[in-house]
């Protein structure tokens, strides 16, 4: 992915981009992205994690605050923990029309709630 100095990216580049520890390890990668139809600000990346070729994979939304891109990795990186992701607050089907679920999730990745 080259940047060529400018800060916009397409969501199908973003789509499939690693994300990584501070320390390097690889946690996962971005799924898709779900974005706020009003203010058009892009909310979570739906992390995908775990499983092995695809398989038994589990996926998170982590909100977009906890990611920044690190053009040495070409990936993300994130302070969040393995365990965290792991211990990430239970969704169903319709989690993102949840408002109690998004509460939740905010406080348990320690990030300010994008809609206040």
């Given at each position: 992915?080259?940047?060529?100095?400018?800060s916009?990216?397409s969501?199908?580049?973003?789509?499939?981009?690693?994300?990584y520890?501070?320390?390097?390890?690889?946690?996962?990668?971005?799924?898709?992205?779900?974005?706020?139809?009003?203010s058009?600000?892009?909310?979570?990346?739906?992390?995908?994690?775990?499983?092995?070729?695809g398989?038994?994979?589990?996926?998170?939304?982590?909100?977009?605050?906890?990611?920044?891109?690190?053009?040495t990795?070409?990936?993300?990186?994130?302070?969040?923990?393995?365990?965290?992701?792991?211990?990430?607050?239970?969704?169903?089907?319709?989690?993102?029309?949840?408002?109690?679920?998004?509460e939740?999730?905010?406080?348990?990745?320690?990030?300010?709630?994008?809609?206040?």
């Amino acid at each position: 992915m080259q940047t060529s100095g400018h800060s916009l990216i397409s969501s199908s580049d973003v789509n499939g981009t690693t994300v990584y520890s501070p320390a390097g390890e690889q946690l996962g990668s971005i799924d898709h992205l779900m974005i706020d139809k009003v203010s058009g600000k892009v909310v979570y990346a739906v992390m995908g994690f775990g499983g092995f070729l695809g398989l038994g994979e589990d996926h998170h939304p982590i909100p977009w605050g906890k990611l920044r891109y690190d053009t040495t990795q070409e990936g993300y990186v994130t302070d969040l923990t393995r365990e965290q992701l792991e211990g990430a607050p239970a969704r169903d089907a319709d989690w993102y029309r949840d408002r109690d679920w998004e509460e939740r999730t905010h406080r348990h990745y320690g990030v300010h709630p994008y809609w206040m």
